[in-house]
Every structure is written in structure tokens, then in C-alpha cells.
């Protein structure tokens, strides 16, 4: 069974930071562009940061450019978004996401390039 599974998130204050993984199983991640999502109820899936499968080239929304960081370890089949300088902007329920004929530019600004999610994990910053 193939399984994305979000964990990090948290109530933060403005300025500090977080740490979010994703533990992939099922699959091994070596094959696929991985990414974080963002969204609020009711409002559209925000790609925030995807990082490819074969050179590790990494996207990133305006909104998080110099203040959030992706990586991947293919050894432990996880991608982790490290996100610092938080602000209450940046209050979501984010999201991992898999896939596995894409890139990283193509996957965050088009999401239906995502084979798999994970169930999300909240993110909440008091200011």
C-alpha cells in the first residue's frame, strides 16, 4: 500500500521555525519528484516547494523563496521542508506529494501531476 505520511507541523510563533517530514512507503521516492503543498479550507492546493527525482533541481513559490528549504534522503524514503522566519501568512494544512513523470517546476504549479498524497499536517502561526 503505498503511503504518504506528514508529520512537523505544529502552533508556532511568528518568527520561528518548523521542520515537516514526509515518510514515503510502498514506493521508493528515488523515481519520483517530490513536493509540499499548501491550502486553507475552502481555498485552492498551493505548490510550495517540489525537488526532482534526477538532479535534485528544486522549485520554490514566491511567497517562501529564502525562507523555506527542501530536501530528500532516498536512503530513508523521506522529503522534509524546513520552513523558517514563519509568519501568520503561512498558516495551512500542508501536504507531500509524489510523482512519478514530472518535474519539480511542472508539479508545483500544476498538481494534477502528483500520483500520490499524504492526509496533510498543520501548520498554525500565532503573530
Known amino acids: 500500500e503505498v503511503k504518504l505520511v506528514e508529520s512537523g507541523g505544529g502552533l508556532v510563533r511568528a518568527g520561528e521555525s518548523l521542520r515537516l517530514s514526509c515518510a514515503a512507503s510502498?514506493?521508493?521516492?528515488?523515481?519520483?519528484?517530490m513536493g509540499w503543498f499548501r491550502q486553507a479550507p475552502g481555498k485552492d492546493r498551493e505548490g510550495v516547494s517540489c525537488?526532482?527525482?534526477?538532479?535534485?533541481?528544486?522549485y520554490y513559490a514566491d511567497s517562501v523563496k529564502g525562507r523555506f528549504t527542501i530536501s530528500r534522503d532516498n536512503a530513508k524514503n523521506t522529503v522534509y521542508l524546513v520552513m523558517n522566519s514563519l509568519n501568520p501568512e503561512d498558516t495551512y494544512a500542508y501536504y507531500c506529494?509524489?510523482?512519478?513523470?514530472?518535474?519539480?517546476?511542472?508539479?508545483?504549479?500544476?498538481?494534477?501531476?502528483?500520483?500520490?498524497w499524504g492526509q496533510g499536517t498543520q501548520v498554525t502561526v500565532s503573530s
Open positions: 510502498g514506493f521508493t521516492i528515488d523515481d519520483y519528484a
Open positions: 525537488i526532482n527525482s534526477y538532479d535534485d533541481s528544486t
Open positions: 506529494a509524489a510523482g512519478r513523470f514530472t518535474t519539480d517546476q511542472r508539479m508545483c504549479v500544476e498538481s494534477a501531476f502528483a500520483d500520490y
